[in-house]
Nanobody, 126 residues
Framework: QVQLVESGGGLVQAGGSLRLSCAAS????????MGWFRQASGKEREFVAA????????YYADSVKGRFTISRDNEKNTVYLQMNSRKPEDTAVYYC???????????????????WGQGTQVTVSS
């Protein structure tokens, strides 16, 4: 089990950039696959991006490929989401997610990761 705290959300104009951070504590961070999800007002939570425990492989939803980048720094126990070329449809609450590497990263991607942060609001204006 790990505890997750998201930060970095805010207001940005369309086309602008923003970087979200997720700080983890409680157990060995490098033992966990990490991911980002988002939930827009009135819509279901959706997968955004994921990265393996080693940082060697990344996965993205089709809607953000080429615009968002997920990365991690195991020395700082932190995972990041760099968001470029922002669009109004990116407006949502973004959540950090973690799952121990004994499970597959595919399990995290479909929403089965047991550890979640409280979320950070991202708003993109036209």
């Amino acid at each position: 089990q790990v505890q997750l705290v998201e930060s970095g959300g805010g207001l940005v104009q369309a086309g602008g950039s923003l970087r979200l951070s997720c700080a983890a504590s409680g157990r060995t961070f490098s033992s966990y696959h990490m991911g980002w999800f988002r939930q827009a007002s009135g819509k279901e939570r959706e997968f955004v991006a994921a990265i393996t425990w080693s940082g060697g492989n990344t996965y993205y939803a089709d809607s953000v490929k080429g615009r968002f980048t997920i990365s991690r720094d195991n020395e700082k126990n932190t995972v990041y989401l760099q968001m470029n070329s922002r669009k109004p449809e990116d407006t949502a609450v973004y959540y950090c997610n973690a799952q121990h590497r004994k499970n597959t990263i595919r399990s995290l991607i479909i929403g089965n990761g047991p550890d979640w942060g409280q979320g950070t609001q991202v708003t993109v204006s036209s």
